[in-house]
C-alpha cells in the first residue's frame, strides 16, 4: 500500500468510557470482519483460550476503508494497554502511530487516565481527533465535555465527533476523521530496513509473536533481521498483519504494521521499544529513545507449603516467558525459606502475578511487603540498589539514603477533597497543583513511590467512595531520612517484616504493625513480646500473653483419640503458618500487618 493511503492510530481513553465498543464498531462496519463470523470468531479465539489456558492477544486490527472520496484506506489501529504500570509500554505503541482517538464519555468528562494517556499522545507529536462517547444516554453533555477537553487537556475541540458506540452513531464520521484528519505515515522503501518492535507475546502455535511498525524498507519473509539492542539475529518465519485474524503477507512496507515470527524462543528474547534492522546493509542508527521496562516494585514470593517450592519455581519461569517485564530471582529467607525477590512494573502487575499464580497454579503463597528500589550511598562513596530492606547494610557504614518519587495525579468530586488531600497529606506527598473542571477538582502530588506501592488505591478508593481517578508517573529520586524498621517477634527478627520507613513515622508504624500482629498470632504456651525496632533500638512492643496453664492441660492430657484429633488438626493448620523460633505466625499477619489504616 502506498503511504498515502495508509493511517495508524491509536485510541485513548479512560477505563469504561468505550474503547472497546468503539473498536469493535469501527472493525464491524467496515466489514474487516463479515457480520455472520463475528460471533464466530470472537467464539473460536475463546475456545482456545480455554483449551490452552492462554491469553490472546490480538491488540491490533488492520480495517480496509473505502471513504466517501471512493479511495480505499488501510487503517491500522494499535490497542494500547490502560493501565499506568505499564505507562513505557503505553508510548513505544505511541511511537508506532501518528494519530490518536481520545474518546471520553459524555456523560462523565476527563478522568486522569484521559489525561495520562492523552499526555503520552501529545508527547509522540500525535494529530488528535476527540471522540464524544456515550450521546444516546439522556445524561450526555457534549458541550460540557467539548469545554473540559479545551480547559484542561488544551486542544480544541470544536470539531469533536458525536458518537454512541453502542447504537452505531457516529462511526462514519469517525473513520471519515481517520482518514481526513490524521496524517499519512512517511518512510522510504528503499532505505535500509528500520522497524520498531511494538510489542511481543507468546503464542502456543506460532511461539513468539512480534509485532512490528516499519519506519523504512521493507520486510520479508526468509530475511535475517537483527534486534540492535541485543544484536540476535534470526531468520524470519513468517509475516503478516492482523484482519484480526493473523494473515500471512508477502511483506511489510514502510508505513506499515504488522507481526513477525522468527524462531525467537521466548519472550525475554524481545525488548519492547528496541529497533529491528536486516543482519547485511542494515541500518546503523536505531530509533531513538530506546529504554528497558525496569521493575520498579519488589516482593517476596513464598510458598506456604515448602514441598511447594519447585511447583513455584515452575509456575514462576512459565510466566516469565510470556511477561518480559517481570523478574526474579531465588531467595531464601531465614523466616520463609526458599522462594523468589520478584520485581514488577507496579503494583497492579504484582497483583496479576501472584494471582495467576495462586489460581492457575494453585500454590498457597505469602507475598512479602511490597519494597520500592532505595539507593543507598555509602560512606565510602559506593552506591548501593536495596530492593529488599532485609539486605540493608549496617547504617552506620551508610551515608545517606534515596527513594523514588512519583507525580500523581488524582481527579475527584469537589466533596472528597479533604480526604484526598489528607491521604496524600499523610503519606508524605507534597502538592504541586490543585485547580478545577467543573465540580471536579485535579489535584497533582509530588509522593514518594514507597507510601504508594502498598495500600493507597484501596484507601483512595474508600475514602472517595471509588469516585477518584489515579493516575501517576516515575520523577526521581530524592533524599529523606529513611531508615529500616525490624520486627521482632519472641525476641527473633522477622526478616520477612522489615520494612524501610520514614524516622519521623517509624514509631507510629511501628506502634501499629505491633498492635496488628498481637492480634494476628494465636496465643502459645508462654508470653511472647512482639517488638519494632531501629537498628538496636526498640521503638514500639506489645506482649502476646500466655495461654492459661489448666486449659492447655486439659487440652493435651485425656484419652489418645482426642489427642491424635487435635494433632491432625494442629497439622492442617500449620499449613498456613509459618514458624519462628518457637512461634507460629499465620501468613495473613504477613500483609495485614504491613496495611494502614
Ligand atoms: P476497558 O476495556 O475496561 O478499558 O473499557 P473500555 O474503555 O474499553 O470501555 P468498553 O468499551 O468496555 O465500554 C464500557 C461500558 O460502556 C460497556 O458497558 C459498554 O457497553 C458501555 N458503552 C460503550 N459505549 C457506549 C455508548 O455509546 N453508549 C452507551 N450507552 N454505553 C456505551
Request: net charge negative; aromatic share 6%; charged share 30%.
Amino acid at each position: 500500500t502506498d503511504l498515502d493511503h495508509i493511517r495508524n492510530f491509536s485510541i485513548v481513553a479512560h477505563i469504561d468510557h468505550g474503547k472497546s465498543t468503539l473498536a469493535d464498531r469501527l472493525i464491524q462496519s467496515t466489514n474487516t470482519v463479515a457480520d455472520r463470523d463475528m460471533k464466530e470468531q470472537l467464539l473460536d479465539s475463546m475456545d482456545i483460550e480455554r483449551e490452552r489456558g492462554i491469553t490472546i492477544k490480538a491488540n491490533t486490527v488492520r480495517i480496509d476503508y473505502t471513504a466517501q472520496n471512493g479511495e480505499t484506506y488501510v487503517l491500522n489501529l494499535i490497542d494500547t494497554p490502560g493501565h499506568v504500570d505499564f505507562a513505557y509500554e503505553v508510548s513505544r505503541s505511541m511511537r508506532a502511530v501518528e494519530g490518536s482517538l481520545l474518546v471520553v464519555d459524555s456523560t462523565q468528562g476527563v478522568e486522569a487516565q484521559t489525561l495520562a494517556n492523552v499526555y503520552q499522545a501529545i508527547e509522540a507529536d500525535h494529530e488528535i481527533v476527540p471522540v464524544l462517547n456515550k450521546i444516546d444516554l439522556p445524561a450526555s453533555d457534549c458541550d460540557r465535555v467539548a469545554e473540559q477537553i479545551e480547559d484542561v487537556i488544551g486542544i480544541d475541540a470544536t470539531d469533536a465527533i458525536q458518537v454512541s458506540a453502542k447504537s452505531g452513531i457516529g462511526i462514519e464520521d469517525t473513520l471519515e476523521a481517520i482518514v481526513h484528519r490524521l496524517p499519512a505515515p512517511t518512510g522510504d522503501r528503499d532505505a535500509p530496513l528500520k522497524a520498531m518492535l511494538v510489542d511481543s507475546w507468546y503464542d502456543a502455535y506460532l511461539g513468539v509473536v512480534v509485532l512490528v511498525r516499519i519506519m523504512d524498507g521493507v520486510l520479508k519473509k526468509g530475511q535475517r533481521i537483527k534486534m540492535m539492542q541485543t544484536n540476535a539475529v534470526y531468520p524470519v518465519d513468517r509475516v503478516g498483519v492482523f484482519r484480526p485474524a493473523m494473515t500471512t503477507v508477502d511483506e511489510l512496507g514502510p508505513g506499515e504494521i504488522g507481526f513477525i515470527t522468527a524462531s525467537i524462543k521466548q519472550v525475554r528474547d524481545t525488548k519492547v521499544g528496541d529497533t529491528i534492522t536486516t543482519e547485511k546493509k542494515g541500518t546503523d542508527t536505531p530509533l531513538p529513545g530506546f529504554k528497558p521496562s525496569v521493575p520498579v516494585v519488589f516482593c517476596g514470593l513464598f510458598p506456604v507449603d515448602s514441598a511447594e517450592f519447585e511447583d513455584l519455581r515452575d509456575a514462576i519461569e512459565k510466566l516469565a516467558l510470556n511477561d518480559a517485564s517481570f523478574s526474579y530471582e531465588m531467595e531464601t529467607s531465614a523466616a520463609l525459606g526458599f522462594g523468589f525477590r520478584c520485581g514488577f512494573l507496579g503494583l497492579l502487575h504484582l497483583e496479576v502475578i501472584r494471582d495467576r499464580i495462586e489460581r492457575e497454579y494453585d500454590i498457597d503463597l505469602i507475598t512479602t511487603a511490597p519494597s520500592v528500589i532505595y539507593n543507598i550511598y555509602m560512606k565510602d562513596g559506593s552506591m548501593i540498589e536495596l530492593h529488599n530492606p532485609a539486605d540493608m547494610p549496617d547504617p552506620s557504614t551508610v551515608d545517606h539514603i534515596e527513594e523514588p518519587r512519583i507525580k500523581a495525579t488524582i481527579m475527584v468530586p469537589d466533596e472528597y477533597l479533604g480526604d484526598v488531600l489528607k491521604l496524600c497529606q499523610d503519606r508524605r506527598g507534597i502538592q504541586m497543583d490543585l485547580t478545577y473542571a467543573g465540580t471536579r477538582a485535579m489535584v497533582v502530588y509530588d509522593l514518594p513511590l514507597n507510601e504508594v506501592v502498598f495500600d493507597f488505591y484501596d484507601r483512595l478508593k474508600s475514602v472517595t467512595k471509588g469516585y477518584a481517578s489515579f493516575d501517576y508517573q516515575m520523577t526521581g529520586y530524592r533524599e529523606d531520612n529513611l531508615v529500616k524498621m525490624q520486627v521482632l517477634v519472641n525476641d527473633e527478627p522477622v526478616d520477612a517484616l522489615s520494612t524501610m520507613v520514614h524516622r519521623d513515622r517509624a514509631e507510629m508504624r511501628g506502634r501499629a504493625m505491633c498492635e496488628k500482629l498481637k492480634e494476628l498470632i494465636p496465643r502459645h504456651m508462654f508470653k511472647i513480646p512482639i517488638q519494632a525496632a531501629i537498628g538496636g533500638k526498640v521503638i514500639a512492643r506489645e506482649t502476646l500473653s500466655a495461654l492459661r496453664k489448666d486449659v492447655t492441660a486439659k487440652c493435651y492430657g485425656g484419652d489418645a483419640t482426642r489427642k491424635k484429633k487435635l494433632l491432625e488438626k494442629q497439622k492442617a493448620g500449620k499449613k498456613k503458618m509459618r514458624q519462628f523460633g518457637k512461634v507460629d505466625i499465620p501468613q495473613e499477619a504477613f500483609i495485614s500487618a504491613l496495611k494502614m489504616d
